[in-house]
């Protein structure tokens, strides 16, 4: 399709995130939209698509082994929307399409190489992400074969024509010695390694020899930094002169002219140094080392005994640069300057700015480091001094003469702070690291100063060392401290039963010294008491809660009650009950209650028990199937127990309304026919007895045969029910029962059928009682009934 025929349309958004970079740009291509998402870092990242069921792309997902500093907004245009996440310490870019996407891994740099082959990578530095509507614009996809030979593709007649290095004058340049590069690259190192005498040296034998060398500019800027370092500035001047005259556009001119007005203050010309200082902060603000040179000017104020302007500085470099050097270099001045104006808290501030970003800083100017840590310590701040301490303690040599004090210093001076577990690390390095050094004595007293103020990590290694002071030190001082302590830290990590244990102990201790013996003890019984009750371990919830009258907060009051009936302290119960019935909470009203009705009950107090259910009734009874519903059932059990069988006859209707036909309420239902055969109600026997037959054949359970089956064939039988006494006595039939059961069901069978005119099936069963137990009663009866 003819180019002329594309109009395109660009929007174009990058955003800079650590390395990563994201671009998105939109286009048209035969007046179809499409957009285009790169995504480029100096490491390799993977992406991947994710595909549906009908193999379209529904979403990208890009990982990055780094996380942002800040968190990305949500991006989006017509064609994707792009968002960021973090799961475990890996950040994931998620693209997902508004219409149709492809992805594409960027191998080839086009500019830089010639050749290119299908290259199907995870990995890349560079992909690209097409968002389009129906059809991939400019590229087609082919299918290719898996037996394919993959060829790569030159495109050599396409090179641009190459000359080399021109000169100056346009020329091109030829280099037939390469000595001058490696000496170059000797320097750099020379640098590198603080080797300035032989740097210098190296420099000035290059010019001799190489006089038109190409590197004359890099070679003077070398020799400048040299004598920066050496701090020969007369020199510096001299050769930054010239540099600057002829090579006025090099990429250092901006080190060069902060040195040089360095220099220039340092040897006294002032008005000089404010020169190249207007021309560094001028023409190059924005470089780091217009952020050096306030640091440079600052320092050459103070030297002339000017305080105030230097900390503007100082504040100005910090605040500007983003450059650790520079930020650290600063923040180390500005302390100083805090510390000579006693603004300790300030000059703090600063030292842990420093630790925190660059400690090494403290190691690499050690002698200006170990000054100021004196002037912390010597102010009272010893967690300033001990930063300090610490910076370069863990920075230097092991050999280096300051080591063992600098060891010591960690430990004594945390020892004095407020920081007494990190003291007790730190004096615990010194002693294993030098066992027979000059300090040990004296680190050994501050440890065992720490013993009683340190909380170590492991609990069990400290309850060892108590224990051991204890037997070592009985009756003295240190022993009865240990006792204390051990009995504080039991409580503190929860084992109040075994703190609890030391009671006889604890009260031999001096009440003077040690007057919060008793607040020790109700603790641990209180921990002790709630812990059993997590444990439902109910004998020592009673056992504590008797011995030392203890009495929880409301929370405790359910496992408590329940404790207390479960191990018959049925006063306790009753007091637990008897605190919460004017609960303003309706709820925990019927709750408790419904437990104080149950603590009565168990109790006798059997009017408490009628009169409480009948309130409970009164507070439940528009709830459908209410949980205190079993209240019914505790009514009758009493009126049961009072023999009040009028009373039993009512309330097992209620109980029947609550729940049914219920298997619980068997032996209810046996009480009741029991008041009905007492009363000759056959009536109320037969309704009951039917309801427990009914319960046992749902069941497959027969608790109540044949004491039931009996009953109620009685019932039947006085109301010439013969027809149903019969099915009643039959069903015993395929029930398990004794001899002498078998004979009376065997007989009761004979005696209705004869009723019913069956002779034959009579005298059937009549022989059945009597080969059931020849010699029971049943079994005369039935013989008599034989010969009749």
């Keep these: ?63 990055f082994p780094k996380s942002p500093a800040q968190k990305i907004q949500k991006l989006q245009n017509s064609f994707f929307e792009i968002d960021s996440e973090i799961k475990k310490e890996t ?152 540099y600057l005259r002829e090579y006025s556009s090099d990429e250092n001119v901006p080190e060069v002219l902060s040195l040089l007005a360095k220099s220039y203050g340092k040897v006294g010309l002032s008005s000089d140094a404010d020169y190249f200082y207007d021309r560094l902060f001028s023409e190059h603000s924005d470089s780091v080392y217009a952020k050096w040179g306030y640091i440079y000017l600052a320092e050459s104020l103070e030297a002339a005994g000017n305080f105030s302007r230097p900390q503007t500085l100082y504040e100005k470099a910090i605040r500007e640069t983003d450059n650790i050097e520079v930020a650290v270099e600063a923040a180390f001045r500005l302390a100083k300057i805090h510390m000579s104006s006693s603004k300790i808290k300030e000059a703090a501030e600063q030292v842990d700015k420093i630790a925190k970003a660059k400690a090494d800083y403290f190691s690499e100017q050690k002698f200006k480091s170990l000054d100021m840590m004196y002037d912390f310590y010597d102010s009272g701040d010893y967690i300033s001094a001990t930063t300090i301490a610490k910076a370069i303690f863990e920075h230097i040599d092991p050999n280096d003469e300051e080591y063992e004090e600098l060891s010591r210093n960690i430990g ?87 703190a609890l244990g030391m009671e006889t102990k604890l009260l031999k201790l001096d009440t003077v010294e040690y007057s919060d013996i008793p607040t020790l003890i109700t603790k641990a019984a209180i921990g002790t008491m709630k812990q059993s009750l997590k444990d439902k371990e109910c004998n020592s919830v009673l056992v504590v809660s008797s011995k030392y009258k203890i009495e929880l907060s409301a929370e405790w009051d359910d496992g408590v009650y329940e404790c207390a009936m479960k191990g018959a302290d049925f006063e306790l119960a009753k007091k637990m009950a008897d605190k919460n019935l004017k609960s303003k909470d309706l709820e ?135 027809d149903r006494a019969l099915d009643v006595i039959k069903s015993l039939d395929t029930l398990e029962l004794n001899s002498t059961q078998r004979a009376r069901q065997k007989y009761l069978l004979g005696s209705v059928l004869a009723k019913l005119w069956r002779d034959d099936e009579s005298q059937k069963a009549y022989q059945e009682a009597i080969d059931a137990e020849p010699a029971s009663a049943w079994a005369k009866l039935a013989k008599s009934a034989k010969e009749i």
């Design 588 to 722: 925990q009203r019927k709750k408790w209650l419904y437990r104080y009705i149950k603590v009565d009950f168990a109790t006798g107090n059997y009017s408490n028990v009628i009169e409480a259910s009948k309130e409970l009734i009164t507070l439940t009874q528009s709830e459908v199937n209410s949980p205190y519903r079993d209240v019914y059932r505790y009514i009758f059990d009493t009126y049961h127990r009072l023999e009040n069988s009028n009373n039993m006859i009512e309330s097992i209707a209620d109980v029947l309304k609550a729940y049914g036909d219920d298997y619980v309420d068997i032996d209810r239902y046996i009480a009741v026919m029991a008041v009905g055969s007492e009363k000759k109600d056959n009536n109320l026997v037969i309704e009951y007895g039917e309801r427990v037959m009914s319960i046992q054949r749902i069941s497959a359970s027969h608790p109540q045969s044949p004491f039931v089956e009996f009953t109620l064939y009685q019932a039947y039988t006085d109301k010439e029910n013969y």
């Design 91 to 242: 950040f994931f870019l998620v693209i997902k399409p508004f219409e149709k996407m492809k992805l594409f891994p960027i191998v080839f740099n086009l500019v830089k190489e010639d050749t290119v082959f299908s290259a199907k990578v995870e990995l890349s530095n560079r992909w690209m992400i097409v968002g389009y509507k129906d059809k991939l614009p400019y590229i087609e996809a082919q299918e290719k074969s898996d037996a394919a030979i993959n060829f790569p593709f030159t495109l050599g007649e396409d090179k641009f024509p190459y000359v080399g290095s021109l000169d100056i004058e346009g020329n091109p340049v030829h280099i037939k010695r390469v000595g001058d590069v490696t000496e170059y690259i000797k320097i750099k190192k020379l640098y590198e390694e603080k080797n300035y005498e032989f740097t210098l040296e190296l420099i000035n034998d290059i010019m001799k020899e190489y006089p038109d060398t190409l590197f004359k500019p890099e070679l003077l800027f070398y020799k400048i930094r040299v004598h920066s370092k050496m701090d020969e500035n007369e020199k510096l001047i001299e050769v930054a002169k010239d």
């Design 412 to 498: 004594i001076w945390l020892s004095q702070s407020e920081n007494k577990k990190e003291a007790l690390e730190a004096l615990n390095n010194y002693i294993e690291r030098f066992s027979d050094g000059m300090y040990i004595q004296e680190v050994q007293v501050a440890k065992d100063s720490l013993f009683f103020d340190v909380n170590d990590e492991n609990a069990s290694s400290k309850l060892a060392n108590y224990e051991k002071l204890m037997d070592e030190y009985a009756g003295d001082s240190i022993g009865d401290k240990a006792i204390y302590e051990k009995a504080k830290l039991l409580i503190a990590e929860g084992a109040f039963a075994d």
């Design 1 to 63: 399709m003819s180019h002329l025929l594309k109009a395109l349309l660009f929007i174009f958004l990058s955003i800079n995130v650590f390395a990563l970079e994201i671009s998105l740009q939109g286009a048209k291509e035969n007046h179809q939209s499409y957009s285009t998402l790169h995504l480029s870092d100096k490491d390799k990242f993977l992406c991947q698509e994710f595909r549906d069921d009908f193999n379209s792309v529904v979403k990208i997902v890009c990982a």
